[in-house]
Protein backbone atom coordinates (compact mmCIF):
# COMPACT_ATOMS: atom_id res chain seq x y z
CA UNK A 1 0.00 0.00 0.00
CA UNK A 2 1.10 3.92 -0.18
CA UNK A 3 -0.40 6.65 1.39
CA UNK A 4 -0.31 10.28 0.00
CA UNK A 5 -1.28 13.11 1.97
CA UNK A 6 -1.30 16.59 -0.26
CA UNK A 7 -1.27 19.94 1.15
CA UNK A 8 -0.98 23.95 0.00
CA UNK A 9 -3.58 24.63 -1.59
CA UNK A 10 -4.94 28.16 -1.46
CA UNK A 11 -6.64 31.16 -2.41
CA UNK A 12 -4.43 32.87 -4.73
CA UNK A 13 -4.60 36.28 -6.65
CA UNK A 14 -3.60 35.91 -10.34
CA UNK A 15 -0.09 36.01 -11.39
CA UNK A 16 0.51 34.59 -7.56
CA UNK A 17 2.46 31.60 -5.96
CA UNK A 18 1.61 28.53 -4.61
CA UNK A 19 3.53 25.25 -3.22
CA UNK A 20 1.76 21.86 -2.75
CA UNK A 21 3.08 19.32 -1.17
CA UNK A 22 2.46 15.62 -1.17
CA UNK A 23 4.17 13.29 1.54
CA UNK A 24 4.25 9.58 0.49
CA UNK A 25 4.58 6.04 2.33
CA UNK A 26 4.14 2.54 1.90
CA UNK A 27 5.51 0.24 -0.88
CA UNK A 28 8.50 2.27 -2.87
CA UNK A 29 8.23 -0.19 -5.57
CA UNK A 30 4.73 0.67 -6.03
CA UNK A 31 5.47 4.28 -6.91
CA UNK A 32 8.41 4.76 -9.33
CA UNK A 33 6.88 7.64 -10.81
CA UNK A 34 4.52 10.30 -8.86
CA UNK A 35 2.56 12.54 -10.85
CA UNK A 36 -0.10 15.84 -10.27
CA UNK A 37 -3.05 16.12 -11.80
CA UNK A 38 -5.86 18.57 -11.26
CA UNK A 39 -9.35 18.16 -12.00
CA UNK A 40 -11.81 21.48 -12.36
CA UNK A 41 -15.55 21.54 -11.85
CA UNK A 42 -17.30 19.79 -14.27
CA UNK A 43 -13.90 18.76 -16.31
CA UNK A 44 -12.28 15.28 -16.52
CA UNK A 45 -9.06 15.12 -14.50
CA UNK A 46 -6.07 16.20 -16.04
CA UNK A 47 -1.91 15.88 -15.95
CA UNK A 48 -0.21 18.12 -14.81
CA UNK A 49 3.28 16.76 -14.43
CA UNK A 50 5.23 13.73 -13.14
CA UNK A 51 8.73 13.18 -11.46
CA UNK A 52 10.90 10.06 -11.58
CA UNK A 53 12.03 9.30 -7.69
CA UNK A 54 14.98 7.52 -8.67
CA UNK A 55 16.54 9.98 -11.45
CA UNK A 56 14.03 13.12 -11.14
CA UNK A 57 13.15 13.27 -14.98
CA UNK A 58 10.42 15.46 -15.11
CA UNK A 59 7.52 16.07 -17.73
CA UNK A 60 4.93 18.93 -17.91
CA UNK A 61 1.84 19.45 -19.50
CA UNK A 62 2.11 22.24 -22.14
CA UNK A 63 -0.53 24.41 -20.13
CA UNK A 64 1.73 24.40 -17.19
CA UNK A 65 5.24 24.32 -19.21
CA UNK A 66 7.62 27.28 -17.75
CA UNK A 67 5.11 28.19 -15.37
CA UNK A 68 5.24 25.11 -12.35
CA UNK A 69 8.34 23.15 -10.98
CA UNK A 70 7.85 19.39 -9.74
CA UNK A 71 10.76 18.31 -7.89
CA UNK A 72 11.34 15.29 -4.35
CA UNK A 73 13.25 15.59 -1.60
CA UNK A 74 14.03 11.76 -0.92
CA UNK A 75 14.77 11.98 2.45
CA UNK A 76 11.18 13.66 3.22
CA UNK A 77 9.88 11.05 0.22
CA UNK A 78 8.33 14.03 -0.30
CA UNK A 79 7.43 15.66 -4.18
CA UNK A 80 6.14 19.26 -4.29
CA UNK A 81 4.37 21.23 -7.14
CA UNK A 82 6.14 24.90 -7.61
CA UNK A 83 3.10 26.68 -9.39
CA UNK A 84 4.34 30.42 -10.42
CA UNK A 85 2.34 33.05 -12.81
CA UNK A 86 -1.06 31.89 -11.76
CA UNK A 87 -4.03 31.98 -14.07
CA UNK A 88 -7.60 31.68 -13.33
CA UNK A 89 -8.26 28.37 -15.08
CA UNK A 90 -5.32 26.68 -12.68
CA UNK A 91 -8.21 27.06 -10.06
CA UNK A 92 -9.10 23.17 -9.62
CA UNK A 93 -8.61 20.14 -6.79
CA UNK A 94 -4.97 19.08 -7.76
CA UNK A 95 -4.33 15.40 -6.89
CA UNK A 96 -0.90 13.74 -6.46
CA UNK A 97 -0.87 10.12 -7.24
CA UNK A 98 1.85 7.40 -7.56
CA UNK A 99 2.38 4.96 -10.51
CA UNK A 100 4.75 1.48 -10.63
CA UNK A 101 5.44 2.36 -14.06
CA UNK A 102 8.72 4.06 -15.09
CA UNK A 103 8.62 6.77 -17.96
CA UNK A 104 6.53 9.46 -16.75
CA UNK A 105 2.66 8.12 -17.73
CA UNK A 106 0.59 11.18 -18.17
CA UNK A 107 -2.46 8.71 -18.48
CA UNK A 108 -3.98 8.91 -14.93
CA UNK A 109 -5.06 4.76 -15.13
CA UNK A 110 -1.74 4.17 -15.02
CA UNK A 111 -1.57 5.53 -11.35
CA UNK A 112 -2.95 2.99 -9.00
CA UNK A 113 -2.93 5.29 -5.72
CA UNK A 114 -3.99 9.04 -4.86
CA UNK A 115 -4.27 11.26 -2.44
CA UNK A 116 -7.26 12.98 -1.09
CA UNK A 117 -6.80 15.97 -3.08
CA UNK A 118 -6.16 20.22 -2.19
CA UNK A 119 -7.96 22.82 -3.52
CA UNK A 120 -6.10 25.74 -5.67
CA UNK A 121 -8.41 28.41 -6.52
CA UNK A 122 -7.02 31.91 -8.75
CA UNK A 123 -8.89 34.60 -8.27
CA UNK A 124 -8.80 37.49 -11.59
Known amino acids: QVQLVESGGDLVQAGGSLRLSCAAS????????MGWFRQAPGKEREFVST????????TYADSVKGRFTISRDNAKNTVYLQMNSLKPEDTAVYYCAASALYGGPTNSRNYDYWGQGTQVTVSS
Open 51 to 58: ISWASGRT
Open 26 to 33: GRTFSRTT
